[in-house]
């Protein structure tokens, strides 16, 4: 779906994904209508604009808010026709000490979206979810398992309104804020690596593979799917010996919250998903349209008894040179062993 001459709505807009979202629209869509970057922080607005500049950059505005403000989103809405939701708190600790802040941002906050895209005339909503959110055992990931429940049921009661909802599951972005390989490369400094468990895996995705599902989803949504792309697995000792294969390594064992692998598609969910070439959609709990006629569409099949998508069972995974290589190219370009 192109976006020129589309008005877009960003929550969330200054984070990782916001920016590298708006940064492939202007790429892609240079005749893209209005694009608002929805926000609470400021300073962050403040530095993005400087590489926007309004003369340059006439369609872009900057909105200060919070999902959690329903008005507030209301009034950000006026004239969008395309919603991403990307805003969140997401940091697992954080909402395990303050658990109601992340229901309040996550859950009612999702809500919020929904309401004001149904009341606004959106056409098409978009939200992301996490791999935390399949089986959770920590409040972020209860969270997220909720807002997705809450986006693909608001199909069921849009009524008249000409809109969809779906939503985007994908597992750690590579070189996120908080996440393993910026941590390593840290800590290497100090020569001692700590590692939480010897087995433990994980999903990558490239950030801008992650804008290129939400923009595959926005172009093909039925609404009511949930879209897992089909992404690699590391090992945890494979990016310790990536990043510093000199270093001790210390074991310290696995937090609280935290999984020895991440799972995206439980074997419950596996009965109702459907694979495709480049990704797995998981089907709309209520019956929103005809299964079958969706897998002929888009040429996809029903997935086997007992399938599940795990990052410990997955089929394809990063070796230590491509992780190498991914680190030095998406990551930090001055990376040496």
């Not at 149904?118 to 056409?123: A, F, L, S, W």
């Not at 998903?273 to 897998?295: G, H, K, M, N, Q």
């Amino acid at each position: 779906m192109s976006l020129n001459g589309r008005n877009v709505l960003i929550t969330g807009g200054t984070g990782s994904f916001g920016k590298k979202l708006v940064e492939i629209i202007y790429q892609r869509f240079p005749e893209v209508g209005r694009v608002v970057v929805f926000s609470r922080d400021e300073l962050k607005q403040y530095e993005m604009a400087q590489h926007y500049p309004a003369d340059k950059y006439p369609s872009i505005r900057f909105f200060i808010g919070d999902v959690r403000d329903a008005e507030r989103l209301k009034r950000a809405m006026e004239g969008i026709d395309t919603v991403v939701h990307a805003a969140a708190l997401k940091q697992v600790p954080t909402a395990e000490y303050n658990p109601f802040e992340a229901i309040k941002t996550n859950v009612l906050g999702a809500q919020n979206v929904i309401d004001a895209a149904m009341d606004r005339g959106v056409k098409r909503v978009v939200a992301l979810s996490t791999d935390k959110a399949a089986a959770p055992i920590n409040l972020y990931g209860a969270t997220k398992l909720c807002s997705d429940k809450l986006f693909a049921a608001a199909n069921n009661y849009k009524g008249h309104r000409d809109i969809k909802f779906s939503v985007v599951r994908y597992g750690n972005v590579m070189g996120s804020r908080g996440s393993v390989i910026p941590f390593f490369l840290e800590k290497r400094k100090s020569g001692v690596l700590p590692i939480t468990d010897e087995r433990m895996t994980r999903f990558n995705i490239l950030l801008e593979e992650g804008v290129e599902m939400v923009l595959f989803a926005l172009e093909h949504m039925w609404g009511g799917e949930l879209y897992v792309p089909k992404i690699p697995s590391y090992r945890i000792l494979d990016v310790a010996e990536a990043i510093a294969p000199g270093c001790r390594r210390e074991i310290v064992g696995i937090r609280p919250g935290e999984k020895l692998h991440e799972e995206m598609i439980t074997e419950t969910d596996g009965l109702n998903t459907i694979e495709f070439d480049r990704y797995f959609v998981i089907l709309p709990a209520a019956r929103l349209w005809d299964s079958e006629d969706y897998c002929k569409t888009f040429d996809g099949k029903r997935c086997d008894y007992g399938f599940k998508y795990s990052s410990g069972n997955n089929t394809e995974w990063l070796s230590v040179e491509r992780l190498r290589e991914l680190i030095r190219k998406h990551v930090d370009p001055s990376f040496a062993v």
